[in-house]
């Protein structure tokens, strides 16, 4: 009895392994930080830090699966788990997109116009991440007739009124959108990097810099959590029937607001297990939608 006892624990934990490393640029070796790394037809993933290290463990299952690397301005890299196991200091190539040139004129008057407005009284339910792996949620905005006067994208404002969220970080992403649907190219090409102050209710992010003009086949706007140890907090989840059964896990903060929509209404995508899905969430014990709740705000 002692001796089968001894082994119960070893047997254990020999069904998962740790990985553990860190991700550099192939040109100048300098670590990356929040890079989403998801491990393929799972729901296993994390990101690296803002020094480029990642820990992660692998349940031995998922063994024969890929692990999918991506991060703005890289090339998307995919390995087998079993290598990514081994290796301690993971490689990205910049993709080193030639920019378009931009010209700069004088404003004689600045006109500006908001899209999706949204009050406080608008939010109903939230997106947090409730996954095991590092998600991006985004949201479609087609291109109408009368943006013509106004086509530059100057800020995007995310909402969080009806959370109480902690300090966190997390990413705006900007996406043209592919013949699929479904979010493609990156219309940013720097990261934009964001901290939410504790309870903070609207962020404003001033994009107008960046002279992106509101494509004419629409964009999605994202919103990217970050898996790190910044964000992390403890909360007991309620599951089950008539939520009886509870369970402590990590979250990784903030928690977005949402609004609540009519079927139809919006189209949204999410970058989950690496690749990007149709998405679609529905309000608790409801046919309306839940909708990341995004204003858009537009120059000349």
């Known amino acids: 009895m002692k ?4 082994l119960f624990p070893f047997f254990v934990l020999s069904q998962e392994q740790l990985a553990k490393g860190v991700v550099v640029d192939s040109d100048t070796n300098l670590p990356i ?30 063994l024969r699966k890929n692990v999918k690397l991506s991060s703005l301005g890289y090339k998307d890299t995919t390995l087998l788990v079993s290598s ?17 040139e931009v010209v700069i004129s004088k404003k004689f ?9 949204i009050t406080e009284d608008d939010l109903c339910q939230g997106f947090s991440s409730s996954f095991r792996s590092p998600w991006i949620l985004a949201l479609y905005f087609p291109f109408e007739e009368h943006y013509e006067n106004t086509e530059y994208l100057k800020s995007v404002r995310f909402h969080f009124g009806n959370f109480k969220n902690n300090k966190a970080k997390f990413r705006l992403r900007l996406y043209t959108i592919g013949n699929d649907g479904l979010p493609q190219k990156d219309l940013l090409k720097e990261n934009v990097m964001v901290t ?11 994009v107008s810099d960046y002279a992106i003009i509101f494509p004419r086949e629409g964009l999605y706007v994202a919103f990217e959590w970050l898996y790190i140890p910044f964000n992390e907090e403890e909360v007991t989840f309620h599951f089950g029937k008539n939520n009886k059964k509870k369970e402590k896990r990590i979250r990784h903060n903030p928690i977005i607001s949402g609004i609540c929509a009519e079927e139809g209404k919006y189209k949204m995508a999410a ?13 608790f014990q409801s046919d309306l939608k839940t909708v990341p709740a995004i204003t858009l705000t537009l120059s000349n």
């Open 109 to 117: 008057e600045e006109k500006t116009l908001e899209i999706n407005k």
């Open 3 to 6: 001796f089968l006892i001894f």
């Open 84 to 100: 990514f196991l081994k290796v301690s200091k993971l490689v990205l190539q910049p993709l080193n997109e030639q920019l378009d």
């Open 33 to 62: 930080p929040y890079v989403n790394i998801s491990v393929l037809e799972s729901e296993i993933g994390t990101s690296s830090d803002e020094e480029g290290n990642y820990t992660l463990t692998i349940e031995n299952n998922n």
């Open 196 to 206: 939410l102050k504790k309870k903070q209710k609207t962020v404003d992010i001033d």
């Open 271 to 283: 970058y989950i297990s690496g690749e990007w899905k149709v998405h679609s969430s529905n309000k």
